[in-house]
């Protein structure tokens, strides 16, 4: 197991020696020329490889050249960023991931980066910030519960830059630390299996975790829960032997008089769909029904850490969803939190049950704007893939403040539709509501329509389908690795909170 450990110092290259160079190279919009390397001594130094196009500067293209002996360094890799007129900080955040992956086939252990060579000053804080970001994410694995010697090596990182002690990009350098961290600490969550991560241990983690921070973190038992009489929590854990717990996360950075953000999180540590069983095929995958609870965690350590200028309180409803004789049955009737009673005609429509609780709740706080996040529909894996991540609101200004919060962490968001439609399907035939559409499709936006109905009207609020994005997106992420927990939308939720700053 690799740890990554990244280093910022105000030196050239030219200044310093080690195991492995790396530098930045650029395609050249005129196609039938040579790319070019940013750093002009090596670029003489492999100009036959530029002219033979070995190295074209392509995105994401990394390029080894094993005992090269440059300038005191025994290799050289060099990374691919594109041509200028296409790159942005998520170009730089996808080749620090595929340049992660290239240092340990390369097996090489000390390495350090010519920042200066990345982009011009104007833009080098935001793309600091990318490229520690990529580095760290692609960094994470996940092999703790392999059997073998498990030696922990250590590779470092130097990134070399003039503007090393500019503010701006050490603030940039200490976010992107901070922010990759904590969605990987969302990753580890996800990645966890269902016997290792129960309600009462993910409870237990999201307490352990604030140690040391300004968080304040509770955890409500099943008793507590009863008596704030959270029915749709309630009625899913029915069919599991594991109580189910409600974690209270709480950031204060600003007056007590400032109206709080809210984040609510889907917590199922395990779905077999309950008495409407699933199909056994990638079941196991069910571990990561908890990843939108996962997000809001790591969203409230990163605002912590980062000491925000607001107040922000978590909700995070966590249960198993399985199946023993007292689980819910089809046509059963539960009442949520405010009184409105559910019917529920499918058990494996389980998470906007869970979530009405904490809606409900979060509204009772009177927040300046709520933000849940569930993998809620396998609708929304049909209707975007694992690219973007569906939301779905009706206040256009949030839907602005989203839209510009993804565009700034590089994770890509898409807004849905909900419309009237949507709520009149989901009318109940014995209750007020039925937890499934009585119209066939739009099954993302059904869903959201119901999880509406749990927020007050005059309260700003977005929903966020992450089923498409929580997990295995290595083919379309470098940073991530193929099947695993992505830690989606930790980046974006912190952007959007800096927003009510």
């Not at 976010?175 to 309600?199: E, H, V, W, Y």
């Not at 899913?236 to 984040?263: L, T």
């Not at 949520?336 to 869970?354: P, Q, V, W, Y």
């Not at 509501?433 to 329509?449: D, K, P, Q, R």
Request: one cysteine or more.
């Amino acid at each position: 197991m690799s740890v990554i450990q990244i280093h910022l110092h105000k030196k050239s290259i030219n200044d310093l020696n080690g195991q492995t160079l790396v530098v930045f190279s650029k395609a050249n919009a005129d196609k039938t020329k040579p790319a070019k390397i940013t750093h002009a001594e090596t670029s003489k130094a492999l100009d036959e490889a530029l002219a033979d196009k070995v190295v074209t500067g392509a995105a994401g293209e990394c390029i080894s050249f094993r005992e090269a002996r440059f300038l005191g360094f025994r290799n050289v890799i060099t990374v691919g960023l594109g041509s200028d007129a296409k790159l942005t900080a998520e170009v730089v955040r996808q080749a620090a991931g595929a340049l992660c992956k290239e240092i340990s086939a390369l097996k090489t252990q000390e390495v350090t980066v010519d920042l200066d060579g990345l982009t011009a000053k104007k833009d080098l804080a935001a793309y600091t910030q990318a490229l520690v970001e990529g580095l760290h994410l692609a960094g994470y694995t996940f092999d703790q519960l392999k059997s073998g010697e498990k030696k922990e090596k250590v590779v470092n990182i130097h990134l070399a830059s003039q503007a090393a002690k500019d503010k701006a990009v050490q603030a940039a350098f200490n976010q992107g630390i901070i922010l990759s961290a904590c969605a990987n600490f969302a990753k580890r969550l996800g990645d966890t299996p269902g016997n290792l991560m129960t309600p009462s241990i993910l409870a237990d983690e999201a307490i352990k975790a604030a140690k040391g921070t300004s968080l304040k973190v509770s955890a409500w038992d099943k008793k507590r829960i009863e008596k704030e009489r959270m029915g749709g929590l309630l009625g899913v854990a029915q069919g599991s032997s594991q109580e189910p717990r409600f974690i209270v996360m709480e950031y204060n950075g600003a007056a007590k008089s400032k109206a709080p953000v809210c984040f609510v999180g889907k917590g199922l540590t395990f779905d077999c769909g309950g008495i409407s069983i699933k199909p056994g095929a990638k079941m196991e995958e069910m571990k990561y029904d908890m990843c939108g609870g996962a997000a809001v965690i790591g969203t409230m350590l990163a605002i912590s850490q980062l000491k925000l200028k607001i107040n922000a309180i978590a909700f995070v409803p966590a249960t198993e969803n399985l199946v023993n004789g007292s689980a819910t049955k089809p046509g059963d009737v539960h009442t949520a939190r405010n009184g409105k009673t559910f019917e529920i005609n499918n058990t494996d429509a389980e998470g906007r049950l869970i979530l009405s609780d904490a809606l409900v709740y979060a509204s009772e706080q009177k927040p300046a704007v709520i933000v849940d996040a569930a993998t809620l529909t396998g609708a929304m894996v049909v209707a975007l893939g694992n690219v973007h991540t569906g939301f779905f609101t009706r206040n256009a200004g949030l839907k602005s403040k989203i839209e510009k919060a993804g565009a700034v962490s590089g994770e890509l968001v898409w807004n849905m539709p909900l419309t009237d439609a949507h709520v009149k399907d989901m009318k109940g035939t014995f209750a007020d509501l039925s937890n499934i559409s009585s119209a066939g499709g739009a099954g993302s936006a059904t869903a959201a329509a119901f999880l509406e109905q749990f927020v007050d009207a005059d309260i700003p609020w977005a929903h966020f389908d992450v089923a498409g994005t929580a997990w295995a997106c290595g083919n379309r992420l470098s940073y991530c690795s193929p099947k695993g927990a992505t830690g989606v939308m930790v980046r974006t939720f912190v952007e959007l909170a800096k927003q009510y700053a």
